[in-house]
Structure formats: structure tokens, C-alpha cells
């Protein structure tokens, strides 16, 4: 069965430092994409990265670069140069070769200044 | 850019009360999403749809029912509302390498 695991309830880090969010996902399918998303307190959820299985190179987007190991089935959300506004859940996904995308339990980052 | 849109965005109604939440997107995404929520919880996946005419369960067990009879369009039904249903209810479409969400619903049952 498909599966996402996020290990790390809460990460706090201090403004202007990077952060790592710990991503690692269960799948037998050869092809399939990983999802992050930032979900402020306003509900919300927002698109930040993509990342295919058959991607050469690691996805980046601005300040956000998705450190995809693929033997190790990690895929975890590198975020440079934190700010204030980074302060939010952010939840990692998967989409299955049965077209769901599952979520894992979400991660509450916290920067502080 | 997403255009995906949810309505309402609030809603406060009656136990027993049928209602529709609508979802709609102009993306063209074949593939669409239901996901219910609790605050500062996991999405739990309760609809979704391959384009139309083709609905699924999700991973939630779930009172409500979707249709999908346009490929834009894909509204989710509670036919009498429960303070048990009182969740955010998530919409979202996915094309290959994206998937947007719409603004999300929240729903109170009272």
C-alpha cells in the first residue's frame, strides 16, 4: 500500500537559517510524483514542489529544493533563508498508479525571529 | 496559476439539512479531489474522480456523495448533515506534475 511518513510533528528554526522537512513515502510503483504543500492557519493549501520518480535532477522553487533519494525513498523539502511567513504546516503527498494522491500527517514548522 | 474555486467558503446549517459544497475548476484537470480535514490535522481523501462520469471512494469513509458529469465541475453532496460532518472540506484537481486546491470550505454542523 501507498504510504507517506512525516516523522517530525514540529521543527522550529530561526529566521534567515535554512530547514529541512523529513519526507519518506512507500510505494511499489515504478512511477509516481511527490508534493509538498504549505498550509498557513487561513486553511489553505498551497502548491509549493514537484518531484517525478524519473526526475534526474532534484526539483527546486526559489527558496524551496526537494532532496529526492530515491533508493532511500526520501524525498524531503529543504527551505533556504527562512522567513516569517514560512510559520505553517506543510504537508508532503504522493500520487499512486491508481491516480490517488495520499497526504502524510503534516509537519508545523515555526520560524522564529 | 490555479483556478480552482470552492463555494461556499463558510457555511453554518441545521442537523438534517441537505447541502452541496461546489468545486470547479478551469484547469482542464481530468483528475479531481475531495479531502476532509479537521484544524491542524491530515487530510483524509473521502472522493475522487478519474474526469467524467467516473467517481471513487476514498481512503475515509464518507456520507456524502460526488457526481461528475462536466470535467470542470465536481460538487459534493451531504444528503442530512450531522454535527459529525463539521469539518474543512478540500477540493483540488492534478494534472501530471501539479495539483492546486480551491480555498476550502468550512462547514459547521449545528
Known amino acids: 500500500a501507498q504510504k507517506i511518513t512525516q516523522t517530525q510533528p514540529g521543527m522550529f528554526v530561526q529566521e534567515k537559517e535554512a530547514v529541512t522537512l523529513d519526507c519518506t513515502y512507500d510505494?511499489?510503483?515504478?512511477?509516481?510524483?511527490l508534493f509538498w504543500y504549505k498550509q498557513p492557519s487561513s486553511g489553505e493549501m498551497i502548491f509549493l514542489i514537484y518531484q517525478g520518480s524519473y526526475d534526474e535532477q532534484n526539483a527546486t522553487e526559489g527558496r524551496y529544493s526537494l532532496n529526492f533519494q530515491k533508493a532511500r525513498k526520501s524525498a524531503n523539502l529543504v527551505i533556504s533563508a527562512s522567513q516569517l511567513g514560512d510559520s505553517a504546516m506543510y504537508f508532503c503527498a504522493m500520487n499512486t498508479g491508481f491516480q490517488k494522491l495520499v497526504f502524510g500527517t503534516g509537519t508545523r514548522l515555526l520560524v522564529s525571529p | 496559476e490555479a483556478d480552482i474555486y470552492q463555494t461556499p467558503r463558510y457555511l453554518v446549517i441545521g442537523t438534517g439539512k441537505k447541502i452541496t459544497l461546489e468545486c470547479s475548476q478551469t484547469?482542464?484537470?481530468?483528475?479531481m479531489y475531495w479531502y476532509q480535514q479537521d484544524p491542524g490535522m491530515e487530510l483524509h481523501l473521502i472522493h475522487y474522480?478519474?474526469?467524467?462520469?467516473?467517481?471513487e471512494k476514498g481512503d475515509l469513509s464518507s456520507e456524502s456523495t460526488v457526481s461528475r458529469i462536466r470535467t470542470e465541475h465536481f460538487p459534493l453532496t451531504l444528503e442530512s448533515a450531522r454535527p459529525s460532518h463539521t469539518s474543512q472540506y478540500l477540493c483540488?484537481?492534478?494534472?501530471?506534475?501539479?495539483?492546486?486546491f480551491g480555498q476550502g470550505t468550512r462547514l459547521t454542523v449545528v
Open positions: 510505494t511499489s510503483d515504478q512511477s509516481y510524483g
Open positions: 484547469m482542464g484537470h481530468d483528475k
Open positions: 474522480s478519474y474526469g467524467v462520469n467516473s467517481t
Open positions: 483540488a484537481s492534478r494534472s501530471h506534475s501539479e495539483a492546486f
